[in-house]
């Protein structure tokens, strides 16, 4: 059974189209993240959920719109897509410390 | 505020070698401290960490770490590589999010280790 689970695995775009990446979590776990990989492979945390609720945005563009339906579901949406914001993005649970990858989504934008 | 600092972008090892990939912390707190594995086209896999028990960590694939306060370093190694370790690993350190009840990854630049034959 997949714990952090992420759809689609690529997603390929032109600019100013809107998409969405969709992610569940099947870990019971109460936080859940968006993180983001460049083309250098540097990871860096662009949200925080805790049951529900924003607790991390890292100054990142309005563009970006995360949303929480359930604690097991974080979905984040991109509005008008940029060449800039091609990059792997992934999905993450935590309870306690340890914090679990999902497989990633591969964004590129054309 | 955290950072992580991994030496060496690139480190290339025979089979069979010892792997060592070096890591540093700065943290005005105690940390805990995470490696995660992330093989080509995949997600990050998390290898081991350090939550302030044994310093000392043991973790997947033969490997490990040992948390050293006074260096600030939490250094990843393996005594004998296998060709299947050929991957990109990731040094972080977790700090709690007072505000929110989470903890945040801050990552390096990781290491790309590469296994030749």
């Known amino acids: 059974d997949t714990a952090v689970s992420q759809t689609p695995k690529y997603l390929v775009t032109q600019m100013g189209n809107d998409k969405s990446i969709k992610c569940e979590q099947n870990?019971?776990?109460?936080?859940m993240y968006w993180y983001k990989q460049d083309s250098k492979k540097f990871l860096k945390i662009m949200f925080s959920?805790?049951?529900?609720?924003?607790?991390i945005n890292e100054t990142v563009p309005n563009r970006f719109s995360p949303k929480s339906p359930d604690k097991a579901h974080l979905n984040l949406h991109i509005n008008s897509l940029e060449l800039g914001d091609s990059a792997v993005y992934f999905c993450?649970?935590?309870?306690?410390?340890?914090?679990?990858f999902g497989p990633g989504t591969r964004l590129t934008v054309t | 505020a955290q950072s992580v600092t991994q030496l060496g972008s690139h480190v290339s090892v025979s089979e069979g070698a010892l792997v060592l990939l070096r890591c540093n912390y700065s943290?005005?707190?105690?940390?805990?401290l995470f490696w995660y594995v992330q093989y080509p086209n995949q997600g990050l896999q998390l290898l081991l960490k350090y939550t302030s028990a044994a310093t000392l960590v043991k973790g997947i694939n033969g490997f490990e770490a040992e948390f050293k306060k006074s260096e600030t370093s939490f250094h990843l190694t393996k005594p004998s590589a296998h060709m299947s370790d050929a991957a990109e690993y990731f040094c972080?350190?977790?700090?709690?999010?007072?505000?929110?009840?989470?903890?945040?990854?801050?990552f390096g630049k990781g290491t790309l280790l590469t296994v030749n034959p």
């Open positions: 972080a350190v977790s700090d709690w999010n007072s505000g929110g009840s989470n903890y945040k990854l801050t």
């Open positions: 959920y805790n049951n529900k609720e924003l607790i």
């Open positions: 870990l019971g776990h109460d936080t």
């Open positions: 943290s005005s707190v105690p940390p805990y």
């Open positions: 993450a649970s935590s309870q306690e410390v340890t914090t679990y």
